[in-house]
């Protein structure tokens, strides 16, 4: 059985093929780079001290995998659903199911707290303004971005994510001179004496770096929205490995380096107590408005992020319904090619998360972070479970050669990092505030299997992946 062509996947499903190289690398930091860093960082480090810098480092490593495993599948079959296609294909169809329907329910709880983020930092301007109607705002605000065109879309979220990315740069860039060569410090270099000076690397001992994983793994949800984008990427074989690529790059640079610099400036204890490390760089350089700057780069970085989940739950739910496993009124498209009738879906999710900042403001972040999570390891577990039976068909069929992107280190690399998603799930048990999480998974779980069930029409591997163009699993 050949694989099909890759260039024909996205004509047969309607989509724009207008995304450019910058765009898609763009859409990975946009999804991988919100308030997580910003605004969840502060919370991670009073877990763990200085050695959170291992944490995010283990997890940055982790998820390079993951993504070296979904561009293996990418560049073969670039297709609109993903690892919710690839889940279908060749996990089980209720796997795909499950997972396309989870985006959805993902989408609801990422946006509730990236709204909440948003109105927390708004009211640094307006402290009376209302959560919930800053969140009203910005959702109206991101409607608008996702009704153009595709490559209008792609063009705002790159100067939406190179925002943050400058100011992550420049934060790296300025704090490195303070440690240094002391500069904004009048000319006393901070050094790095605090990273041990008050408790050592670990002063909250191993259990504490560990719980801290979690917490960890939140800052990272999105990167996969990079096999989104490739259905509407003109040259997939090479954009999309370069994107990848530069995954493990942009987790050296953007997480690993900014909170090196955070932990080696403050006193690790003291972060966040005074505002965001950010703002204390930037003031401390003499740049006026450093905390207004900062403020709008957080809000940036946040309307990025809903931004790039809109886009892909939209393209999560369009390819359900080619699938069979949504109703098919949901793979309509607009004059621009955008799959509008999905698109009202996800705002009406989005919504949701607007009423739960009006209901509940003050904890809507925390909470509805940790629901994420357990939706992000699902959909890590499935890319590598999907990758492991892809790659055995691929040998299977005595195609492994024809692979042109390779997951390193093959299978022994897809085990670490299932074993290691495995043990954050684990990890959320011990934590009250994240236990909330998996006493809502199992529930929501047997909602969508009832739902499958009843629903669902058994239609034959053949037929059901017509318009993806995957290929079907060896019975």
Known sequence: MGTKNSSNNVETEGLSRSLKNRHIQMIAIGGAIGVGLFYGATGAIRSAGPSII??????????????????????????????????????????????GWNALLGMAAGGAAEYAAIGHYIQFWLPDFPVWVSALFVLCLVILINVVTVKAYGEIEFWLSLVKVVAIIGMIILGGAMILFGIGNGGDAVGFSNLTNNGGLFPMGINGWILSLVLVAFAFGGVELVGIAAAETGDVKKTIPQAINGVFWRILIFYVGAITIMVSLFDWETIGANGSPFVTVFAKMGIPGAASIINLVIISAAISALNSGIYSVTRVLYSLSLQGKAPRFLSKLNKSKVPFISLLIVIASQLLGVLMN????????????????????????????????????????????????????????????????????????????????LYVAPVWTIILFISYKISHTRIKDETIFPEAGVRPPLS
């Open 358 to 437: 009006y209901i509940m403001p003050a904890s809507a972040f925390s909470v509805f972070s940790t629901i994420v999570v357990v939706g992000l390891v699902s959909n890590w577990l499935a890319i590598l479970f999907s990758q492991l039976k892809f790659r055995k068909i691929m040998i299977a069929n005595g195609e492994v050669d024809k692979l042109s992107y390779k997951m390193p280190f093959w299978p022994y690399s897809s085990y670490f990092a299932i074993a290691f998603m495995i043990s954050i799930i684990i990890i959320m048990a011990f934590l009250p505030f994240t236990r909330v999480a």
């Open 54 to 99: 291992f944490a995010y480092l283990a997890v940055g490593v982790v998820i390079y995998l993951i993504m070296r495993a979904l561009g293996e599948m990418a560049v073969e079959n670039p297709v609109s659903g993903s690892y919710v296609t690839y889940a279908s294909q060749y996990i089980s169809p209720f796997a795909g199911f499950y997972l």
